[in-house]
């Protein structure tokens, strides 16, 4: 029987080699929707043609709380969009990839067509392949372990990809002490916008749930039976103190903290930093680097313009990401790909 973790057992040795495009494609999408995603709602739809196949944001999957813009939920299905090219080209499919297609339907993010079938796979293409059933969002504190400089180059590589897309590390010291006072202050302001606490507390299930999407309490370190409460204590309990504290100590205990910017704000540029993060998360898979996310100040309106400032950028930030060395943890649940797939 098919669990809500079903989707992690995915092999290469399932490929179907003498399937049509179509059932190849299919398969492409069982790596795609291993990717990250705001809350983990899995906001995408694959439609799937004879020789070439459509993503579409699901924005009835939208956050808009949290997400007013939809920037994440673009973001995410740019996430799920390099899992699906990576996984094309390690089977010898070169895309040709054609961004916002459509100008009546901008909820169509990109077309796919096949442009070849004999592509040869980069060591890069290999790398990211083999990362994605392996990758995971990791909330816990990090090892004190640095991340060399060697490995570190290795991720900005993968982080710098996109000409418009850079990923910048935040250097010890004043800068970020100050960004972690406004990563408090993103929790503190997030923890009292009941809105928001509902909102949250939607997706946030105890350990043991059958959900297919939302976030599993293990995924924050819970024990089952805390996790049983976890929606109650978001909804009802005034935890912007406790979290402040924890996101401190995980700045802290960070070797890595960086920020994630695009040269411009509009879709194309979220799309385009999704498709960044998940190369960045994949090498780092790679070298055995876990990586989690403290956007806070991205995600609360007034704190937005003070980061940028505070940075020195005319860029705009759209991720802030902590890397280091962590123990093992657990995947979240997924959809299954037969919910997210539209075969046409
Ligand atoms: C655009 C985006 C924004 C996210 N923001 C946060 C965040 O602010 N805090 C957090 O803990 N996780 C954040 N996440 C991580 C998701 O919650 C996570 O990807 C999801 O629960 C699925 O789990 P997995 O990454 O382990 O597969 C974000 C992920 C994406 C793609």
């Known amino acids: 029987m098919r669990n809500n973790l079903s989707a992690w057992t995915v092999s290469e040795d399932h490929f179907p080699s003498f399937g049509s495009i179509k059932e190849k494609f299919k398969f492409f999408v069982r790596y795609a929707i291993l990717a990250p995603s705001g809350h983990n709602t899995q906001p995408w739809v694959f439609e799937v043609h004879e020789e070439s196949l459509n993503l579409y944001a699901d924005r009835t999957r939208a956050l808009p709380v949290i997400d007013p813009d939809d920037r994440e939920l673009i973001i995410s299905c740019g996430a799920a969009l390099t899992n699906l090219i990576v996984t094309m080209k390690y089977f010898g499919f070169e895309p040709e990839i054609i961004y916002f297609p459509s100008d009546s339907d901008n909820d169509l993010l990109a077309t796919i067509k096949v442009k070849a079938r004999d592509y040869q796979p980069t060591d890069a293409d290999k790398i ?72 949250l507390a939607q997706w946030v ?9 939302g976030i599993p309490g293990y995924a924050f370190g819970m024990g089952d039976l805390i996790s049983y409460g976890s929606p109650f204590f978001i909804g009802n309990l005034n935890w912007g103190d406790i979290q402040a504290g924890r996101d401190r100590n995980l700045v802290k205990g960070s070797p890595v903290l960086g920020v994630l910017e695009s040269k411009d704000n509009k879709p194309i540029d979220w799309l385009k930093t999704g498709m960044t993060l998940s190369k960045l998360l994949l090498r780092a898979c790679s070298e055995g680097i876990a990586a989690s996310y403290l956007n806070q100040p ?12 505070l940075i020195n950028t005319n860029y705009y930030p759209q991720m802030i990401i902590r890397l280091g060395y962590g123990k093992e943890v657990k995947s979240t649940p997924r959809r299954d790909v037969e919910d997210v797939i539209k075969l046409v």
């Open 128 to 199: 990211y392949f083999k990362a994605i059933p392996n990758r995971r969002t990791n909330r816990l504190p990090f090892a004190e372990e640095i991340i060399d400089g060697i490995t570190l180059q290795k991720l900005m590589a993968a982080a710098n990809d996109d000409k418009d897309v850079r990923f910048s590390v935040v250097e010890a010291g004043g800068l970020r002490e100050e960004m972690t006072k406004m990563i408090e202050l993103g929790d503190r302001t997030q923890s009292q916008n009941k809105s928001f606490c509902r909102e």
């Open 298 to 309: 991205l995600e609360v309106p007034e704190l937005f313009d003070k980061l940028r400032e």
């Open 205 to 213: 299930h105890p350990n043991r749930t059958s959900s297919k999407d």
